[in-house]
């Protein structure tokens, strides 16, 4: 029998033992909230970093006829990134210069990127949205920075666990790598091992 807990709780288990996690600390700044111009480049960027390309400068700064941009070139999986993650602002297959224009001029239906799309933004999630913060905060950022950046992210981040057990002992357990931050840990609930089983992600 395990207990599943999440970041940011504190619970009194039925051995008696009291566990705490923190919040996961990120190698780089990461929100939950973007704007959906930086989600959307930050689609974009991501996928094709994520493909073992690169790009010269992603962008949020709106300029006449456009709300951000990715400088480079993309792979068609990249150009079709953000409309198949529901970010918008794609165009249609009528405009030359639009996502959907590219990707039409090309010869690619989104539709069928749509599955490689997903496992790449899956196994990605936190460096996707450390993109998409940074473009937040900066505005610009340049292809360098952005590969910085996607690599931290995806080293995962740090959680602690603080374990108080029933006969007064304390412990504390650092577990580095934690990727999803939306998934809990499994504690064992028997806390008095030696040594004691690390936590594992579900």
Do not use: C, W
Request: glycine residues 12%; proline residues 6%; neutral net charge.
């Amino acid at each position: 029998m395990s207990h599943i807990i999440r970041a940011g709780e504190r619970r009194v288990l039925s051995t008696g033992d009291v566990v705490e996690i923190s919040k996961v600390k990120h190698r780089v700044p990461i929100r939950e909230e973007v704007s959906h111009t930086a989600g959307h480049e930050a689609a974009h960027g991501g996928i094709e970093m994520a493909l073992g390309g690169s790009f010269d400068e992603l962008s949020v700064v709106p300029g006449p006829g456009y709300g951000g941009y990715v400088k480079g070139k993309l792979s068609p999986v990249a150009i079709a990134a953000p409309y198949v993650l529901g970010y918008g602002g794609a165009g249609s297959k009528d405009i030359p210069e639009s996502d959907l224009g590219q990707l039409h001029a090309l010869g690619y239906d989104p539709h069928k990127l749509a599955p490689h799309v997903h496992t790449l933004f899956n196994n990605n999630k936190a460096a996707f949205q450390a993109l998409a913060t940074a473009a937040d905060d900066h505005g610009v950022i340049t292809g360098s920075h952005a590969r910085h950046i996607f690599n931290e992210a995806n080293k995962g981040g740090e959680m602690k666990i603080k374990i108080e057990r029933k006969d007064g002992s304390k412990k504390t357990i650092y577990v580095d790598g934690i990727k999803d931050t939306n998934r809990p840990l499994v504690i064992p609930v028997d806390l008095s091992a030696r040594p004691l089983p690390l936590p594992r992600s579900l």
